[in-house]
């Protein structure tokens, strides 16, 4: 029995969220299907298809009680949106369905595992009891457990605050046995992640804290993310409101922590941490293991604190980042483009050995739908001071990447690209260079860019609303530099 609430909410969406044109959308990054959208909820391989959900408000471009959208996928890129999976409508989650995972059951059901929430009073609009519980379904409709909430915080060591108990991320061990992990804080908000076992999905019991924070990284650790990657253990998480030091910005952020485990304790030993991407728009990450063995990421391309950047005329807020293939090497992170990417690509275009000083434009390179790859190089030690690549560029407006060899820092700058709000829009990056060579690929899907360097040794994500006939590039060198361009426009067709 689907509830009213759910049921207005299906109805709502599809009547309003059918009538959004195509290019009033990303060509291949998710949206969604009407209204506001925050982080990848359940995203899953199930009965053939990647299933990704996500926090979701249908009714306004804003945040409000959370439902669950849903869309499906063969190939990571075209999507298909289903009837909204969750909505508010239980007394365990009568406040919203917070993030959560999603995992196929023995039986073959689809199991949802997320946070419901209940608020605690109008007056204090942010305290919400959290707590977890399950859907189970058929990949359309989704029951919820008669015995929710199955984790809440009787569950959990004394001192931790039941207010921030959130995002649990499920998988299964190679005996069929299952695991979460769960995001938390103590009472006076330092980080944690807490691990849990369990035979059957539906009775759990508290294995550790899995990884602890003396509060120097944040506050509440949310979306936790726990696997095994090319030999080590990699920890997701994305620390609120964190203080700027000299390794992270402020506001919200996503690390990933590398290590070891060990599965008597349920510890982890961290070896190295890094911010995963040094944009302003990437948040909440959640992997899946494909059927092919590909650890792959999906993540909210946006930022809470920028989220006042948007555009009038469309009818969503809120984008999914490009589903990325990580790895582990030498302790770090890299991530890379889904390859089902290059299926999309059109039009090769390549330019070799082009010479730039001052402003070049290259015949045939242009486009706001493109995936376009740059080398830079000096001609001779030192015959550069700076190297920039404008794009999305008319007369007035231009999105910018600039690289200084010195610093070897690379600094990318929106505050050309479509914002009438005065919220931070440059962000730089420490970028190594090999033989005194960088590569950039640039992927931009309309209303986005992302900037893989060094072959995904490092990401910068950003939103951006430039009005979409500027499709201009232009390479500036200060200085003499040599670069090779590859650039493909994407296209299903
Ligand atoms: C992260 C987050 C999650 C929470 C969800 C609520 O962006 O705050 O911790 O479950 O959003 O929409």
Known sequence: MISQILREARRFEEVEGDQIPSELRPLFHLTPRVGWMNDPNGFSYYNGYYHLFYQYYPYMKKWG????????????????????????????????????????TDD????????????????????????????????????????NPIIDNTNIPEGLSKYDFRDPKIWREADGTYRCVIGGCTEDHKGRILYFKSDN?????????????????????????????????????????CLRT???????????????????????HKETEQLVD???????????LSEDGRRIMSAWMQNWDSIVHTIRPLRWFGQMALPREIHVKDGRLFQEPVRELEKLRKNKVTAENVH???????????????????????????????FKIRFAEDETQYTSLTYRPSENALEFDRSHSGTRRATIHTRKCHVADNNGEIKLRIIMDRFSVEVFINDGEQAMSYVIYTDQTADGISFISFGDAVIDVEKYDLSFE
């Open 65 to 104: 009680p959370m439902h669950w959208g849903h869309a499906i996928t063969k190939d990571l890129l075209s999507w298909e949106f289903l009837p909204a999976a969750l909505a508010p409508d239980t007394l365990p989650d009568s406040g919203g369905c917070f993030s959560g995972s999603a995992i196929e």
């Open 108 to 147: 073959g059901k689809h199991l949802l595992m997320y946070t419901g929430v209940v608020k605690l009073s109008d007056l204090d609009e942010d305290k919400f009891i959290q707590a977890q519980c399950l859907a189970e379904g058929d990949g359309i409709d989704y029951v919820k457990c008669v015995d």
């Open 201 to 241: 999905a539906y009775n759990w019991e508290f294995v550790s804290v899995l990884a602890e924070n003396d509060g120097s990284l944040g506050t509440m650790w949310e979306c936790p993310d726990f696997f095994e990657l090319d030999g080590k253990y990699v920890l997701l998480t994305s620390p609120q409101d």
């Open 246 to 268: 000299d390794k992270y910005n402020c506001g919200n952020i996503v690390v990933a922590m590398i290590g070891t485990f060990d599965p008597e304790t349920g510890k982890f």
């Open 278 to 288: 040094s944009g302003i728009d990437f948040y909440a990450t959640q992997t899946l």
């Open 356 to 386: 730039v000083n001052e402003t070049v434009k290259v015949e045939g390179i242009s486009g706001r739908i493109i995936d376009m790859t740059v080398r830079i190089r000096p001609e001779y030690p030192n015959s550069y001071r700076k």
